[in-house]
């Protein structure tokens, strides 16, 4: 069973920074993690759950317009981790944070960790 455990959200002041980091679970190894697109996703409340950025294995990544040049995402594929460093933070930027794995057309879900920015 994979899981995946997110943690490293808080509260943080406006233009501070936060290292979100997700941990996998129930892979075999870290070629199997590799092989796997992984992705941050947030919910705000009221509002549906948006995409912030993905990394591919081969270390692609794709980033929603409002975090480009804000937020950055890496993988270890070696110790099945996916981070997101985020910088210059905003209080849009408030929500909770999910880490998604994808792999033919299977996807897991974290729980979740809440960032909140407060202005």
């Known amino acids: 069973q994979v899981q995946l455990l997110e943690s490293g959200g808080g509260l943080v002041q406006a233009g501070g920074s936060l290292r979100l980091s997700c941990a996998a679970s129930?892979?075999?190894?870290?070629?199997?993690?590799?092989?796997?697109?992984m992705g941050w996703y947030r919910q705000a409340p009221g509002n549906q759950r948006e995409l912030v950025a993905t990394i591919a294995g081969d270390g692609s990544t794709n980033y929603a317009d409002s975090v480009k040049g804000r937020f950055t995402i890496s993988r270890d594929n070696a110790k099945k981790t996916v981070s997101l460093q985020m910088s210059s933070l905003k209080p849009e930027d408030t929500a909770v944070y999910y880490c998604?794995?994808?792999?033919?057309?299977?996807?897991?879900w974290g729980k979740g960790t809440p960032v909140t920015v407060s202005s």
């Open positions: 998604r794995r994808g792999l033919y057309g299977t996807i897991y």
């Open positions: 129930g892979i075999a190894s870290g070629t199997i993690f590799s092989l796997a697109v």
